[in-house]
């Protein structure tokens, strides 16, 4: 089979084989990401006609106890300036976003055990019963199933957990010895069994990383059916052990985005910030392959600079949570709009 036909084929049967993917990865060229971010870009219209959910991030806090070798804010970093938002910061970013139009809040942040299950679920449940229509999306790393448990009960109902890698020893070269690939793997299954509307998703082009590898990536993602994919490309940080390694590309990011929307064709599935970092139009572009979220800041101005997970992170224009007149225009640009909606995963 050429390209186009498996692209053909995965859009039919929504999964390839190990040997399909790898020459449709290793070998596609201008002409089979194009077809390809066409059949995506349909399908995403037919489902969600042209219109983009925005979430608001709040990087509540940037300490962490893990040392992945690609993060900014890794533990070892002792450039990075640390800071921790309160319950009250948090509520008054949800506030301000509310006002703007956002009806779902992510709360991010570096694994941090200042933050004790008692106290998440204080801010959550407060979120909840303030913001009764809003969604509460979690990003706050491996956790026991127990607490996770915990924050579905006070009302968070979506988490972000990327897997990063699926590929065993590929996890081993980005992450110390005490982080495994199959704790994480678990923590995804106990988020979904629980109930949540869980996201995986790996990043592109990071050290190390070959084409058998974003294959893994895919087939684990069409099997375990997220309903949210986050990928982006690999951005240095100037303060890592990967601080000398290549920015990942962002062609091979916008193709995997419009094979993820092929393959899930109801995933919710965002135009990542550092897609956007990598490349100016790099969000626009990912709508066109059929991304239909994006999730702008909404963490206090004064600390936005202190979140970098990697270098030249945007925190002005479009990803500013206030400015959405400005992602706006970027998406009226390419005939899209973004609407005020919780935006969940609809089957
Ligand atoms: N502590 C949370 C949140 C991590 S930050 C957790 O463990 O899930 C969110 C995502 O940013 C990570 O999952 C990773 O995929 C991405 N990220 C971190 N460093 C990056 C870098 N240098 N370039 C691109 N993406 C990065």
Redesign the pocket.
Known sequence: MNNRELIDKLNKEKSLLFSEWEQLLGTFNEDDAKYSSQIARTISVDKFGKKIFFRGIVEFTNY?K?D?Y???IRCSNKNAVRYRLSKEDILICCEEGYKYGYRTFVL????DNHYTDDMMVDIISEIHKRFPDCAITL????KERKSYQKFFDAGATRY???H?TANEEHYRKLHPEKLSLKHRMNCLKDLKEIGYQTGC???VGTPFQEVKHLCEDMMYMSEFKPEMI?I??????KD?P?RDYPCGSVEMTLFLLSLCRIMLPDVLLPATT?LGTARGDGRKLGVLCGANVIMPNLSPIAVRKNYM??DNKAISGEDAGENLKVLQDHMSDIGYEIVIDRGDYKK
């Not at 991010?108 to 694994?111: A, D, L, M, N």
């Open positions: 962490c893990n992945c690609y993060c900014g991010q942040g570096g694994e990003s706050i790393g491996e972000l957990l990327r990063e998703g790996c990043m986050g982006g490309p690999f951005i240095p940080h890592t990967f550092a997970l990697y």
